[in-house]
């Protein structure tokens, strides 16, 4: 395939990480980091809120039936961070279906919410809870849309570059 305008190639980053994650300190504030089950409608909502400005559009193309379907059945594990007001302010998603390997999918906060180390803080908690499952290891790939700290983050919390591609957009 040859990139275009309408569909551009894009630096791909594929990280791991092995062995338990780095834990960073506890916090002190209102916000509260806790696994949730989620309908369709507050996910996508959520999941609108946080990836419109990265461009994610994965679960926004799933038929509803299948989003659904996925919400509903084991293999996700979610993880949201809210406010004082319980509003939600970032989630942590992993997709444990082909455990023990386990994929980080979705992870980043509200742009109101960026900034003030909260993104640290639940992607800690998170990998931290998830580890307690013994996976062999936990895996995510980051690309240029991706917030610009994206691969610098996950290399604080452990994880680690095994490969880097450049694909295009369209199979993203």
């Known amino acids: 395939m040859i990139e275009t305008a309408a569909n551009p190639q894009l630096r791909v980053t594929y990280m791991e ?17 806790a696994k949730e089950r989620l309908d369709r409608a507050t996910y996508l909502d959520l999941y609108r809120r946080v990836g419109e400005p990265l461009r994610w559009d994965q679960r926004l193309q799933m038929p509803e039936a299948e989003l659904v379907a996925l919400l ?5 594990k979610i993880h949201v961070l809210r ?6 302010l970032g989630f942590c998603e992993f997709d ?12 980043g906060l509200v742009p109101e919410a960026q900034g003030r180390g909260l993104g640290r803080w639940l992607l800690s908690v998170a990998l931290l809870d998830e580890w307690k499952s013994r996976p062999t ?10 917030h610009p700290a994206a691969v ?13 591609r450049d ?3 369209s199979g993203m």
């Open 72 to 76: 509903k059945g084991g293999s996700l």
């Open 83 to 88: 406010d004082g007001q319980e509003r939600a």
């Open 96 to 107: 444990r279906h082909a455990f023990p390997e386990v994929e980080l999918k979705n992870f």
């Open 17 to 33: 990480l092995c062995e338990g994650p780095v834990p960073t300190r506890p916090r002190v504030g209102p916000e509260r980091i």
């Open 137 to 146: 290891r936990i895996w995510l790939h980051t690309d240029t849309w991706d």
């Open 152 to 164: 610098h983050l996950y290399e604080r919390a452990g994880f680690r570059v095994y490969a880097i």
């Open 167 to 169: 694909e295009l957009a």
